[in-house]
């Protein structure tokens, strides 16, 4: 198990025109990372679209991940992240 080490939301942006278009659901990647917690490797698992696909993989690129400390032994290769895009509508009462 590993954890993330950032500050902010390590969300990827959900562009105007992928919401209005009803692109939503969940993308998955799978991360492989270098012994000191940086990604190595980025691969699409789930697409969502091509430039959600894109913004995920620049969003996690830069991170920089720790293990937690229960498991100091968890493998750096094949974490999945997953990241939940939904579309908002006003409901009509």
Request: hydrophobic residues 40%; negative net charge.
């Given at each position: 198990?590993?954890?993330?080490?950032?500050?902010?939301?390590?969300?990827?942006?959900?562009?105007?025109?992928?919401?209005k278009?009803?692109?939503?659901?969940?993308?998955?990647?799978?991360?492989?990372?270098?012994?000191?917690?940086?990604?190595?490797?980025?691969?699409?698992?789930?697409?969502?679209?091509?430039v959600?696909?894109?913004?995920?993989?620049?969003?996690?690129?830069?991170?920089?991940?720790?293990?937690?400390?229960?498991?100091?032994?968890?493998?750096?290769?094949?974490?999945?992240?997953?990241?939940?895009?939904?579309?908002?509508?006003?409901?009509?009462?």
């Amino acid at each position: 198990m590993v954890a993330v080490a950032v500050d902010d939301d390590p969300s990827p942006p959900y562009p105007e025109a992928e919401r209005k278009s009803g692109v939503s659901g969940t993308m998955i990647l799978s991360v492989t990372l270098e012994q000191d917690g940086h990604v190595k490797e980025i691969h699409v698992i789930k697409s969502l679209s091509p430039v959600l696909d894109e913004l995920a993989m620049e969003t996690v690129h830069p991170m920089k991940f720790k293990r937690v400390k229960e498991n100091p032994n968890a493998s750096l290769e094949d974490l999945r992240l997953q990241f939940n895009f939904r579309t908002t509508c006003n409901r009509i009462l």
